[in-house]
T-cell receptor, first 110, second 120 residues
Framework: GENVEQHPSTLSVQEGDSAVIKCTYS??????FPWYKQELGKGPQLIID?????GEKKDQRIAVTLNKTAKHFSLHITETQPEDSAVYFC?????????FGKGTRLHILP | GAGVSQSPRYKVAKRGQDVALRCDPI?????LFWYQQALGQGPEFLTY????????KSGLPSDRFFAERPEGSVSTLKIQRTQQEDSAVYLC??????????????????FGPGTRLTVT
């Protein structure tokens, strides 16, 4: 089955700097890659997604890239702000089943 | 508009008790998913419904776990004879059918706040 690896598990960046989270997946049949942000006591919230027929997508300060050949995808957050502090999950979807990475706890330092 | 809602938000059960967790999906969403999230981990897939049909239950950890969605809207996840290892947050998500032309499987899932189950 599909396996999603996510790195790093914890990331601290200075406010205003950029943050990058990287993921790999194993099943080449995966065709949809959502990213979720989860705050304490809440469910995961979809922040951006990318489909397998696209290599890059941007939405304001957030961008995702996908390299299908290498089975890599990444989340980039620019100009980080305190409200970006949360746990971020990458995921790969095959046949409607989302397989999540283990998460990255992002700390934005003042 | 209203999102996915789940109840109860917190449940404490003694080992051996049965529990029932409810999910109200977004109105009109065809698909409904259950996930289990252990502390410090990512959510793990349990089961999936399209309307009232349970299409995939491969993630249910044992036959003590049972899910239903009899009328294609509200869903209930039932856990019989709870064990300590069942302690986790149980998340429900729903999604629309994909628009025409979108790759199969590429459906946005919207999550509820979860039910935190603690088995003592």
């Amino acid at each position: 089955g599909e396996n999603v690896e996510q790195h790093p598990s914890t990331l601290s960046v200075q406010e205003g700097d950029s943050a990058v989270i990287k993921c790999t997946y194993s099943d080449s049949a995966s065709n949809y890659f959502p990213w979720y942000k989860q705050e304490l006591g809440k469910g995961p919230q979809l922040i951006i997604d990318i489909r397998s027929n696209v290599g890059e997508k941007k939405d304001q300060r957030i961008a995702v890239t996908l390299n299908k050949t290498a089975k890599h995808f990444s989340l980039h957050i620019t100009e980080t702000q305190p409200e970006d502090s949360a746990v971020y999950f990458c995921a790969a979807t095959i046949d409607d089943k989302i397989i999540f990475g283990k998460g990255t706890r992002l700390h934005i330092l003042p | 508009g209203a999102g996915v809602s789940q109840s109860p938000r917190y449940k404490v059960a003694k080992r051996g008790q049965d529990v029932a967790l409810r999910c109200d999906p977004i109105s009109g969403h065809v698909s409904l998913f259950w996930y289990q999230q252990a502390l410090g981990q990512g959510p793990e897939f349990l089961t999936y419904f399209q309307n009232e049909a349970q299409l995939d239950k491969s993630g249910l950890p044992s036959d003590r776990f049972f899910a239903e969605r009899p009328e294609g809207s509200v869903s209930t996840l039932k856990i019989q004879r709870t064990q300590q290892e069942d302690s986790a947050v149980y998340l429900c998500a729903s999604s629309l059918a994909p628009p025409r032309g979108v790759l199969a499987g590429a459906r946005e899932q919207y999550f509820g706040p979860g039910t935190r189950l603690t088995v003592t």
